[in-house]
Protein backbone atom coordinates (compact mmCIF):
# COMPACT_ATOMS: atom_id res chain seq x y z
CA UNK A 1 0.00 0.00 0.00
CA UNK A 2 1.02 3.67 -1.04
CA UNK A 3 0.18 6.63 1.18
CA UNK A 4 0.15 10.28 0.38
CA UNK A 5 -0.35 12.98 2.62
CA UNK A 6 -0.20 16.44 1.29
CA UNK A 7 0.60 20.02 3.04
CA UNK A 8 0.55 23.78 2.22
CA UNK A 9 -2.83 24.79 1.07
CA UNK A 10 -4.50 27.54 2.18
CA UNK A 11 -6.16 31.25 1.29
CA UNK A 12 -3.85 33.45 -0.76
CA UNK A 13 -4.48 37.15 -2.78
CA UNK A 14 -4.30 36.91 -6.30
CA UNK A 15 -0.40 37.22 -7.29
CA UNK A 16 0.88 35.16 -4.17
CA UNK A 17 2.62 32.07 -3.83
CA UNK A 18 2.11 28.33 -2.21
CA UNK A 19 3.70 25.56 -2.29
CA UNK A 20 2.14 22.38 -1.68
CA UNK A 21 4.45 19.56 -0.42
CA UNK A 22 3.28 15.59 -0.34
CA UNK A 23 5.19 12.76 1.29
CA UNK A 24 4.69 9.42 -0.23
CA UNK A 25 5.65 6.29 2.25
CA UNK A 26 4.97 2.80 2.17
CA UNK A 27 5.64 0.43 -0.72
CA UNK A 28 7.08 3.33 -3.03
CA UNK A 29 9.30 0.84 -5.45
CA UNK A 30 6.69 0.56 -7.65
CA UNK A 31 5.64 3.86 -8.32
CA UNK A 32 6.27 5.20 -11.98
CA UNK A 33 5.20 8.88 -11.34
CA UNK A 34 4.28 11.63 -9.29
CA UNK A 35 1.65 14.46 -9.72
CA UNK A 36 -0.76 16.69 -8.66
CA UNK A 37 -4.18 17.13 -9.71
CA UNK A 38 -7.03 19.88 -9.17
CA UNK A 39 -11.02 19.53 -9.12
CA UNK A 40 -13.31 22.40 -8.17
CA UNK A 41 -16.77 21.40 -7.50
CA UNK A 42 -18.90 19.87 -10.48
CA UNK A 43 -15.57 19.30 -12.36
CA UNK A 44 -13.43 16.63 -13.45
CA UNK A 45 -10.62 16.60 -11.74
CA UNK A 46 -8.15 17.60 -13.77
CA UNK A 47 -3.58 16.93 -14.42
CA UNK A 48 -1.67 20.31 -13.29
CA UNK A 49 1.66 18.84 -12.97
CA UNK A 50 3.55 15.39 -13.49
CA UNK A 51 6.75 14.13 -13.05
CA UNK A 52 8.84 10.92 -13.58
CA UNK A 53 11.90 9.50 -12.81
CA UNK A 54 13.71 10.05 -16.29
CA UNK A 55 11.65 12.52 -18.72
CA UNK A 56 10.81 16.50 -17.87
CA UNK A 57 7.85 17.44 -15.93
CA UNK A 58 4.52 17.55 -17.76
CA UNK A 59 2.08 20.70 -17.22
CA UNK A 60 -0.89 21.81 -17.90
CA UNK A 61 -1.42 24.92 -20.13
CA UNK A 62 -2.72 26.88 -17.85
CA UNK A 63 -0.44 26.66 -15.22
CA UNK A 64 2.63 26.95 -17.39
CA UNK A 65 5.28 29.14 -16.39
CA UNK A 66 3.92 29.96 -13.39
CA UNK A 67 4.00 26.55 -11.61
CA UNK A 68 6.97 23.94 -10.79
CA UNK A 69 7.17 20.47 -9.88
CA UNK A 70 9.90 18.73 -7.89
CA UNK A 71 11.01 16.06 -5.91
CA UNK A 72 13.26 15.36 -3.05
CA UNK A 73 13.87 11.65 -3.44
CA UNK A 74 15.68 11.65 0.04
CA UNK A 75 12.49 13.04 1.67
CA UNK A 76 10.09 11.37 -0.51
CA UNK A 77 8.67 14.02 -1.51
CA UNK A 78 6.90 15.76 -3.96
CA UNK A 79 6.10 19.64 -4.43
CA UNK A 80 4.27 22.30 -6.14
CA UNK A 81 5.91 25.59 -6.29
CA UNK A 82 2.37 27.96 -7.14
CA UNK A 83 3.25 31.02 -8.23
CA UNK A 84 1.17 34.58 -9.69
CA UNK A 85 -1.27 32.76 -8.33
CA UNK A 86 -5.24 33.64 -10.04
CA UNK A 87 -8.27 32.86 -8.72
CA UNK A 88 -9.12 30.33 -11.00
CA UNK A 89 -6.46 28.23 -9.48
CA UNK A 90 -9.00 27.97 -6.88
CA UNK A 91 -9.56 24.35 -6.20
CA UNK A 92 -8.78 21.27 -4.12
CA UNK A 93 -5.28 20.12 -5.13
CA UNK A 94 -4.94 16.28 -5.14
CA UNK A 95 -1.50 13.93 -4.52
CA UNK A 96 -1.28 11.33 -7.03
CA UNK A 97 1.35 8.16 -7.45
CA UNK A 98 1.01 5.85 -10.24
CA UNK A 99 2.09 2.52 -10.66
CA UNK A 100 1.93 1.18 -14.48
CA UNK A 101 0.30 -2.08 -15.05
CA UNK A 102 1.15 -2.54 -18.62
CA UNK A 103 -0.63 -1.97 -21.98
CA UNK A 104 -2.12 1.18 -20.98
CA UNK A 105 -3.39 0.62 -17.38
CA UNK A 106 -2.29 2.08 -14.11
CA UNK A 107 -3.33 2.29 -10.60
CA UNK A 108 -3.56 5.32 -9.06
CA UNK A 109 -3.02 6.34 -5.58
CA UNK A 110 -4.57 9.35 -4.01
CA UNK A 111 -3.88 11.94 -1.08
CA UNK A 112 -7.02 13.56 0.61
CA UNK A 113 -6.79 17.00 -0.52
CA UNK A 114 -5.56 20.39 0.24
CA UNK A 115 -7.75 23.63 -0.51
CA UNK A 116 -6.02 26.07 -2.06
CA UNK A 117 -8.16 29.53 -2.01
CA UNK A 118 -6.84 32.16 -4.47
CA UNK A 119 -8.86 35.46 -3.96
CA UNK A 120 -9.18 38.49 -6.27
Known amino acids: QVHLVESGGGLVQAGGSLRLSCVIS????????MGWYRQVPGKQRELVAA???????NYADSVKGRFTISRDNAKNTVYLQMNSLKPEDTAIYYC??????????????WGQGTQVTVSS
Open 96 to 109: NAYTALGYGRRYDF
Open 51 to 57: ITGGSSP
Open 26 to 33: GSISGINA
